[in-house]
């Protein structure tokens, strides 16, 4: 289904043990000994064995809890895997997040760009031909077979259609040495260091963190003024039989999977892909969150099987609705403070109508093909 198509540098070597190495190199007995000096023997082995065991495993401890100053291999050193996709027509957007993400942090990135086949070439030129060429990435193909007959095709928002909209959905088939993994949408600039949104404590059992919709007081003040949804009835269709026997209160506040951070190991072993990809097929049977809700036909199915499992991303870092409507705004001094900023809606930063676009444009990589060019017509 996904399948890497180039990684920036090859896979770090695995060291065997040193107790396996012992045990290996570990001296015979000599046959021609007397009873009791084959038991002495014996013992004296076992002694050294115990000696020896004890060096090592204290060494290896210390070697894993040493500070800056010990030299450690390269390889070795934390990796924050990022991922983010790449669509044909808005793929400035991708290429402007990714700035804003290597620009404010010294953390060892390492970008997963996810496209279609037909993107492949065009992101790696990108890429490669811009201030991004230093940094360490992954280009990766989606392959929409897997979402054949899972998507309804009606939709008041045709763009949430797009393949690479669900590849949310198929992470741990995207990551496979990393426990740990960011996701984030497209059309996000991020302020802060990416670390401190890494460092997310996820609670024991849940795959996922995400950010309630109804966290911030600005939000709020937001949410009066253009009529955001901010709860699972603005999501889920509560005239089906289906979601009223998930017995999830209309009220309950819903969240946001555009800034997602992830445990692979509890994703996989709560088989998150497969409950998802059941929904997505009970939507296309029963039509049971339509887009004219709340516009988020991958937005639904999250909230359907995260519900009360999954912790919560500090509200700083995700700041979103600055696409919703273009005649609303936050405070500077808000837009400040905050690490991320997210123009989920209609109106994207790239396109005219929009608010604050002036944040985005700063991190904006201009397109080495001239194919994406911003439409920031004075009204």
């Known amino acids: 289904m996904l399948a890497a198509a180039e990684a920036a540098r090859g896979p770090a070597t695995s060291e065997r043990s040193a107790l396996q190495l012992f045990w290996t190199q570990a001296p015979a007995a000599c046959p021609h000994r007397s009873p009791v000096n084959q038991v002495l023997l014996f013992l004296l082995i076992v002694t050294l064995c115990g000696i020896l065991y004890k060096k090592v495993h204290k060494g290896t401890v210390l070697r894993n809890e040493t500070d800056d100053d010990s030299e450690a291999p390269e390889e070795m050193e934390d990796e924050i895997p990022v991922v983010?996709?790449?669509?044909?027509?808005?793929?400035?957007?991708?290429?402007?997040?990714?700035?804003?993400?290597?620009?404010?942090?010294?953390?060892?990135?390492?970008?997963?760009?996810?496209?279609?086949?037909?993107?492949?070439s065009r992101i790696r030129k990108w890429i490669e031909h811009s201030k991004l060429?230093?940094?360490?990435?992954?280009i990766v193909e989606f392959n929409p077979i897997v979402l054949k007959g899972k998507v309804r095709p009606d939709s008041s928002r045709p763009e949430l259609l797009q393949p690479l909209n669900f590849v949310r959905f198929y992470l741990p088939l995207l990551i496979h040495q990393h426990e740990k993994v960011i996701y984030l949408d497209d059309d996000v600039i991020v302020q802060g260091d990416i670390q401190e949104l890494y460092d997310t404590t996820l609670a024991l059992g849940h795959a996922a963190a995400f950010s309630d919709d109804c966290d911030l007081p600005s939000a709020q003040d937001m949410n009066r003024f253009v009529g955001l949804q901010n709860t699972y009835m603005g999501y889920l269709d509560y005239r089906k039989k289906t979601i009223k026997d998930l017995g999830i209160s209309p009220s309950t506040c819903s969240f946001n999977?555009?800034?997602?951070?992830?445990n692979m190991t509890e994703w996989k072993h709560q088989r998150i892909t497969k409950q998802l990809e059941k929904w997505m097929q009970k939507n296309?049977?029963?039509?049971l969150y339509s887009s004219s809700l709340g516009g988020g036909v991958a937005t639904s199915p999250m909230l359907i099987v995260f519900h009360g499992k999954y912790s919560t991303i500090n509200p700083l870092w995700h700041i979103r609705h600055l696409g919703w409507n273009p005649d609303t705004r936050y405070s500077e001094h808000f837009l400040q403070?905050?690490?991320?900023?997210?123009?989920?809606?209609?109106?994207?930063?790239?396109?005219?109508?929009?608010?604050?676009?002036?944040?985005?444009?700063?991190?904006?990589?201009?397109?080495?093909?001239?194919?994406?060019?911003l439409n920031h017509h004075s009204s």
């Open 337 to 373: 403070e905050a690490k991320l900023l997210h123009w989920n809606g209609r109106h994207k930063p790239w396109d005219f109508p929009s608010v604050h676009n002036d944040l985005w444009e700063s991190w904006f990589v201009p397109d080495p093909a001239g194919i994406f060019k």
């Open 284 to 287: 296309v049977e029963e039509n």
């Open 133 to 138: 060429r230093e940094i360490n990435f992954k």
């Open 84 to 120: 983010i996709c790449a669509a044909a027509g808005r793929m400035g957007a991708a290429m402007a997040a990714i700035n804003s993400i290597y620009s404010n942090t010294d953390a060892n990135i390492l970008f997963y760009v996810v496209g279609l086949r037909n993107t492949l």
């Open 257 to 262: 999977p555009g800034v997602i951070v992830a």
